[in-house]
């Protein structure tokens, strides 16, 4: 039974650390490229593929849904939008050129700090003493104890849970799919949630119209 | 009843096609907001919100502070709508003055085109139709903003209220600085809104909780358990968040936006814009900084220190760059500045004594400023009369918006409207701190918690920088007072006569003639005459304000007695 939903996991949830390892590096690849490409239209393109990368990041993680609406809603609507934009206003390329190199120990700067004060806060690097890491982690321990007594005679079996997505533990409990969920969430416990950004969108609405209205 | 008032504004004003008609949409908003007015108050049971009740599964709670503080955001809004819902100017005519005149009786002007350029100016504010409603949505913002107590709620509810004030700047569309000053508002608020964004969300990585209950709860078992070493990077993630805050009320590290926008926007908007968003952001931060004060980056740096590194450099930038200024709103930026240094302080220090000063600092501030900028737009109506000799001031930009730009505009306006000047006068002193104005009693107050807790450093800086910041507040006095005007009567209004006729169903009665004087209207004279008094006379009956702030403040430090 247990080997069965292992298998089941493996196909399903599964996936090769190096595989993501390969998309870090080519959204990374992207987002150089999307702010580096002097043609704004290239650099549009660039983006739509970091997009892509990363839906299928986020797919190949398990975030099914999110990976598909990021899908379809930045590539298939913001970024044609700004494709469309881009080509009809006419920019100049030679009016984007700049010469001027004083900004880049700047920018360097900038980053460094930024992510010195960041490489504290992430969760990844703490790898031992957060509350949630260890949390996880003894968790885990805890599975492959239980599952090393029951399967012993499986060859292989810690290397094969590694690779499992250990800190999704409530997909493995009941299989059920993202949009569910997200629709029970936002429906029940958060629905004041969804009536605000509702509020939100509309005063968007609302706004673009009074913006641009003719007035007479 | 915000959000159904929403609702009905949005459906008039799509069905209407006369613009004239917004001052009534004003109107109906002055009377929905009375009627939140009363709704808060009769929600006010100090008694049994105690610390707090959690709303809608706990995204939002109310306590007396929210409630408070949702009065007090309604109050000010209703005397911004105050400004927009009646005309500015009044005739008064003695002829006419009789309550059975008044009653039984009509007029009518005789329409004469010569007069009506001057006469029937209009602001642009009274054919804005979506003014009433942006208004309310971003009231809606700031009152949930104020209640939130889930991390997202607190992003859905700040997005709403900031994309609310940016659509406000760029109303106006026929003037450009103000579409500019919008568009520096949006890029620089949206970063803020990053960084907001980038706390919380680290706040969710690292532990897995975005209800502030359950985050502080974490927070401070954590510090006592582990020797604060599992809490070391929250106060990064608070930081960040606070970071962003500190952007969107413009203080010091971070204020650089605030003078170009206020400066660029109508004034009217500017009322608007610089005081809700800062009530709501403030009293959001009072509620965070007092939960996670405890929390140590090492053994005796709290991050709200960083806070008082803020209020440190607004106290001496809003001052020290207040002093180069001639343009009057850029100036009452830097003074907005320099006064958020204060209340910073007072936040940051979370005594009792520091919170109830806090309390009643932004209370008075808010009014104070209130006023000072209602001055500011009834002395740009009182001047249309008025035609300008100084030959810098014909051409400034946008002025139909923004009558008063310039410090220079105000040479002498004692001797033109003598009860005016005195009332900005007033309102500056009690900016100032001079004692026996209600601005006085709030520095006092900061200034006596900082150092009971002994905070001697910052109290010094801020008692030099207060007496720095009276030399502007006291240059304008200067100008106002002591130098002598460029302006003069037109010609045309002197000797000019406005025919109108009375009538008595439908008979003409009687023909009189208003000569051109014109007085501000009574709505403009009372909400200015009833703040200004309010500033002056506050030493006669502090125990109200005082009890209430005490009150509050000690129901924030008290444990739950239930």
């Keep these: 039974m247990n080997n069965i939903f292992l298998l089941n996991d493996y196909i399903t949830n599964g996936f090769r650390i190096e595989f993501v390892d390969v998309i870090y590096l080519i959204s990374i690849l992207f987002g150089v490229l999307t702010i580096v490409s002097r043609n704004p239209i290239v650099s549009v393109l660039f983006l739509i593929g970091l997009f892509v990368n990363i839906a299928g990041l986020l797919i190949l993680v398990g975030c099914n849904y999110i990976g598909l609406s990021y899908i379809l809603v930045y590539v298939g609507a913001v970024s044609i939008l700004f494709l469309f934009?881009?080509?009809?206003?006419?920019?100049?390329?030679?009016?984007?050129?700049?010469?001027?190199?004083?900004?880049?120990?700047?920018?360097?700067?900038?980053?460094?700090?930024?992510?010195?004060?960041?490489?504290?806060?992430?969760?990844?690097?703490?790898?031992?003493?957060?509350?949630?890491?260890?949390?996880?982690?003894?968790?885990?321990?805890?599975?492959?104890?239980?599952?090393?007594?029951?399967?012993?005679?499986?060859?292989?079996?810690?290397?094969e849970i590694a690779y499992a997505s250990s800190k999704s533990w409530d997909s493995s409990l009941v299989e059920f799919t993202h949009i569910t969920g997200i629709g029970n969430i936002m429906y029940t416990s958060y629905s004041l949630w969804l009536i605000i950004s509702s509020v939100i969108l509309l005063l968007g609405m609302v706004g673009a119209i009074v913006i641009t209205i003719k007035q007479k | 009843m915000l959000l159904?008032?929403?609702?009905?504004?949005?459906?008039?004003?799509?069905?209407?096609?006369?613009?004239?008609?917004a001052i009534l949409y004003s109107r109906i908003g002055i009377i929905a907001l009375f009627y939140c007015i009363y709704l808060s108050y009769n929600n006010l049971f100090i008694t049994?919100?105690?610390?707090?009740?959690?709303?809608?599964?706990?995204?939002?709670?109310?306590?007396?502070?929210?409630?408070?503080?949702?009065?007090?955001?309604?109050?000010?809004?209703?005397?911004?709508?105050?400004?927009?819902?009646?005309?500015?100017?009044?005739?008064?005519?003695?002829?006419?003055?009789?309550?059975?005149?008044?009653?039984?009786?009509?007029?009518?002007?005789?329409?004469?085109l010569t007069v009506s350029n001057i006469i029937l100016k209009k602001g642009e504010q009274y054919t804005i139709l979506e003014y009433t409603l942006m208004l309310f949505f971003i009231i809606t913002g700031s009152v949930l903003l104020i209640s939130s107590s889930d991390l997202v709620s607190i992003f859905l509810s700040i997005e709403l209220q900031s994309y609310g004030l940016y659509l406000l700047c760029a109303m106006y569309r026929n003037s450009e600085s103000s579409t500019s000053a919008s568009l520096t508002y949006f890029l620089l608020g949206g970063l803020s809104s990053c960084f907001i964004l980038l706390g919380i969300a680290l706040i969710y990585a690292n532990l897995g909780v975005t209800y502030l209950d359950s985050f502080y709860v974490i927070n401070n078992l954590a510090g006592i358990v582990n020797d604060q070493e599992i809490t070391t990077y929250i106060p990064y993630c608070l930081l960040l968040i606070s970071v962003g805050f500190l952007f969107k009320i413009s203080a010091a590290p971070f204020h650089f936006w605030s003078p170009d926008v206020y400066d660029g926007i109508p004034t009217i908007v500017t009322t608007f814009v610089a005081i809700i968003a800062k009530i709501s952001i403030l009293t959001l931060l009072l509620q965070l900084v007092h939960y996670t004060n405890s929390i140590y980056i090492t053994t005796s740096y709290s991050w709200t220190t960083s806070l008082l590194v803020s209020s440190l450099l607004s106290l001496?930038?809003?001052?020290?760059?207040?002093?180069?200024?001639?343009?009057?709103?850029?100036?009452?930026?830097?003074?907005?500045?320099?006064?958020?240094?204060?209340?910073?302080?007072?936040?940051?220090?979370?005594?009792?004594?520091?919170?109830?000063?806090?309390?009643?600092?932004?209370?008075?501030?808010?009014?104070?400023?209130?006023?000072?900028?209602?001055?500011?737009?009834?002395?740009?109506?009182?001047?249309?009369?008025?035609?300008?000799?100084?030959?810098?001031?014909?051409?400034?930009?946008?002025?139909?918006?923004?009558?008063?730009?310039?410090?220079?505009q105000l040479k002498g306006y004692f001797h033109i409207n003598s009860m005016l000047a005195l009332s900005l006068t007033i309102t500056l002193f009690s900016f100032a701190g001079i004692p026996p104005l209600m601005g006085f009693f709030a520095k006092l107050m900061v200034f006596s918690a900082a150092l009971q807790e002994g905070f001697i450093f910052i109290t010094l800086i801020g008692v030099l920088t207060s007496v720095i910041s009276a030399v502007y507040y006291l240059y304008i006095v200067k100008t106002m007072f002591f130098d002598g005007h460029s302006y003069t009567y037109f010609n045309k209004l002197k000797d000019l006569k406005i025919p109108a006729l009375i009538l008595q169903k439908d008979k003409i009665v009687n023909k009189i003639y208003f000569d051109s004087k014109f007085a501000l209207s009574s709505s403009l004279s009372i909400t200015i005459s009833i703040l200004t008094l309010i500033i002056l006379l506050f030493m006669f009956m502090p125990n109200e304000w005082l009890h209430m702030t005490n009150i509050l403040s000690i129901i924030l430090f008290v444990p739950s007695s239930i």
């Design chain 1, 85 to 159: 934009i881009l080509m009809l206003i006419n920019i100049r390329i030679s009016e984007l050129l700049s010469e001027t190199n004083n900004d880049i120990p700047l920018a360097v700067l900038t980053v460094l700090l930024f992510y010195y004060i960041i490489g504290q806060v992430l969760p990844s690097n703490l790898t031992d003493n957060t509350i949630v890491s260890s949390l996880s982690n003894s968790f885990s321990e805890v599975y492959n104890v239980q599952l090393d007594n029951e399967f012993l005679n499986m060859v292989n079996l810690k290397h």
């Design chain 2, 316 to 408: 001496l930038i809003g001052t020290i760059l207040g002093l180069t200024q001639f343009r009057i709103k850029r100036l009452f930026a830097y003074s907005t500045i320099s006064h958020l240094g204060f209340m910073l302080l007072a936040l940051t220090i979370n005594s009792v004594e520091s919170i109830q000063s806090f309390i009643f600092y932004l209370i008075q501030y808010s009014l104070s400023n209130l006023n000072a900028f209602i001055l500011l737009v009834a002395i740009g109506y009182s001047l249309y009369a008025y035609n300008d000799k100084n030959i810098n001031h014909n051409n400034l930009i946008d002025k139909n918006n923004s009558p008063i730009q310039l410090i220079s």
């Design chain 2, 48 to 112: 049994y919100l105690d610390n707090g009740i959690g709303l809608f599964s706990g995204l939002f709670y109310t306590s007396s502070i929210t409630q408070v503080f949702h009065i007090l955001i309604f109050i000010i809004s209703l005397l911004i709508l105050n400004m927009t819902g009646f005309y500015p100017r009044k005739l008064i005519s003695s002829e006419y003055m009789s309550f059975s005149k008044l009653l039984f009786t009509k007029l009518q002007f005789v329409k004469n």
């Design chain 2, 4 to 21: 159904s008032s929403i609702f009905c504004l949005l459906l008039s004003n799509a069905l209407s096609f006369r613009r004239d008609t």
